[in-house]
Structures are given as structure tokens and as C-alpha cells.
């Protein structure tokens, strides 16, 4: 493995999650890119990273995780996954989440094309997502 291209905790280069639940997926994605840029393999060294790059918060949280998963890198992941409920990918938006965007939206004058263009893709964003898990039709 090549230890020299490990990124410093806080550098511009390291991997980094702010604690915020929608971005987990993207630091634990970040922690195997690196993992697999260095040459590193092994489910350990994944664990070691992903807590060297938390808060101390977090890593303490995590710690717990590390330690029952015995290793394994897929078991770490399910257990801290389960520390952040709001991440349930099939629940993330409801129809409630659009009827809410559309009266926000309808309160709020669109005075240029990238306040309307937040509106679209936000709109788009959620409604796109409902349809693909089948809780909107296409005629709605």
C-alpha cells in the first residue's frame, strides 16, 4: 500500500463527512475510491480510514460499529447506516415532499430564469424520484 498518497486528516485532499445523513453515501464511496487508489484491500484498513476523517463525535459513534463488525468492511456499513434512519433511500421523499415544494413555490414570485430553474429541478428532482418507485403516475 502506499501510505504517501493517504490524504492528512483536514487536507483539501481528504475524504470528508460533515455529520450530515445524505452525505454518507458519498464519504463511504470516497473511503473505498481511496482504498482503491492506494492499493489497500483489506476491509480493516477501509474502517481505519472512515473513522480517521469523522469528528470526534462521529468516530466515537462509529468506533462501536467498527468493533462488532469484527472487520468486515459491507457489516461497518450496514451497522452505521442504521445510526442515520433518515437515509431510508425508498422513503426519502413522499408525496407530501411535492405537494409541499408546489405550494412553497406558488407563494414565492419567480422574478428570473434561476429562481425558476430551482423550482425545476427541485419539482423534478422529487417527482422523478416518486415515479421511478411507483407512488406517482404519470398523468399526476
Known amino acids: 500500500m502506499n501510505y504517501s ?6 487536507s483539501p485532499d481528504a475524504p470528508k463527512f460533515s455529520g450530515q445523513p445524505e452525505e454518507l453515501t458519498d464519504y463511504l464511496d470516497d473511503i473505498t475510491d481511496l482504498c482503491e487508489a492506494t492499493g ?13 476523517y469523522v469528528s470526534p463525535d462521529v468516530k466515537e459513534l462509529w468506533s462501536h460499529a467498527a468493533g462488532a463488525s469484527n472487520g468486515d468492511w459491507e457489516d461497518f456499513v450496514l451497522q452505521i447506516t442504521r445510526f442515520y434512519p433518515e437515509i431510508d433511500h425508498d422513503r426519502k ?4 415532499s411535492l405537494q409541499d415544494l408546489v405550494e412553497k413555490w406558488s407563494r414565492t414570485p419567480m422574478l428570473s430564469c434561476a429562481s425558476l430553474g430551482k423550482y425545476l429541478r ?13 407512488r406517482l403516475s404519470s398523468i399526476e
Request: charged share 40%; aromatic share 8%.
Open 122 to 134: 427541485d419539482f423534478e428532482r422529487i417527482s422523478l424520484f416518486l415515479a421511478h418507485k411507483e
Open 40 to 52: 489497500s484491500k483489506e476491509d480493516a484498513r477501509k474502517i481505519k480510514l472512515a473513522l480517521k
Open 5 to 10: 498518497r493517504i490524504p492528512c486528516r483536514g
Open 93 to 96: 421523499y413522499s408525496r407530501a
